[in-house]
């Protein structure tokens, strides 16, 4: 039998650290950040001279360059720009979800198509939403199904449809008014047209 293989010893700085909701945990005077899921957990800091690793029990999460000053953080724009998209996808999530709970089960056909074309979805979602502020839930569904059945996918397409339900018959516009006071009081003679045909259309001479 062969011998059994010694574990080297761990000699490193050790210490259990919380993870805050901005993604950081305090070590030795700086602040390091972690992946957002590790948001209230206790992790595991170990040091030496030239490193920072940082466990979750036994698994290495990330590791830094050791640093003998104070007050820095590390990690900042790298994990934060994952906690933003995160948060992003839950807010485009969730304002989806309102959309179809507002307009109904087409409204998923529409956006599945919509999310097919070269336009942000999270934009048009929100522009969506307002079309269904301003007008309610039943005008946008119904402007929805026609713009579906004329395969138009856009917020721009639906309230194109909704301006053109919303038109009413166009307002009479008033008589035009000149600047001096003398010529809005000048009154024509109505305008007769037997004059001209009588002038063009020769009449048939009547017999002897």
């Given at each position: 039998m062969r011998p059994v293989s010694l574990l080297a010893p761990d000699y490193r700085e050790s210490a259990e650290a919380l993870v805050q909701k901005d993604l950081r945990l305090s070590f030795d005077g700086n602040r390091y950040c972690v992946p957002p899921r590790y948001v209230g957990h206790k992790l595991t800091v170990k040091a030496d001279s030239s490193?920072?690793?940082?466990?979750?029990?036994?698994?290495?999460?990330?590791?830094?360059?050791?640093?003998?000053?104070?007050?820095?953080?590390?990690g900042a724009e790298r994990f934060q720009?994952?906690?933003?998209?995160?948060?992003?996808?839950?807010?485009?999530?969730?304002?989806?979800?309102?959309?179809?709970?507002?307009?109904?089960?087409?409204?998923?056909?529409?956006?599945?198509?919509?999310?097919?074309?070269?336009?942000?979805?999270?934009r048009q979602v929100r522009e969506l939403l307002g079309l269904v502020r301003d007008?309610?839930?039943?005008?946008?569904?119904?402007?929805?199904?026609?713009?579906?059945?004329?395969?138009?996918?856009?917020?721009?397409?639906?309230?194109?449809?909704?301006?053109?339900?919303?038109?009413g018959p166009r307002d009479i516009q008033p008589p035009l008014r000149l600047k001096h006071p003398a010529l809005n009081e000048l009154?024509?003679?109505?305008?007769?047209?037997?004059?001209?045909?009588?002038?063009?259309?020769?009449?048939?001479?009547e017999p002897a």
């Open positions: 490193s920072v690793t940082i466990y979750d029990q036994s698994k290495e999460i990330v590791s830094y360059a050791r640093c003998w000053e104070r007050g820095r953080v590390f720009k994952e906690l933003f998209a995160q948060m992003e996808a839950a807010q485009r999530s969730a304002a989806q979800h309102r959309l179809v709970q507002l307009l109904g089960s087409p409204s998923e056909l529409y956006l599945a198509k919509l999310a097919e074309t070269d336009r942000a979805l999270a007008y309610g839930p039943e005008t946008v569904a119904a402007a929805l199904k026609k713009a579906y059945a004329a395969q138009a996918f856009g917020a721009d397409y639906i309230a194109n449809i909704l301006r053109q339900q919303q038109q009154a024509t003679d109505p305008l007769s047209l037997a004059e001209y045909d009588a002038f063009l259309i020769p009449t048939s001479k």
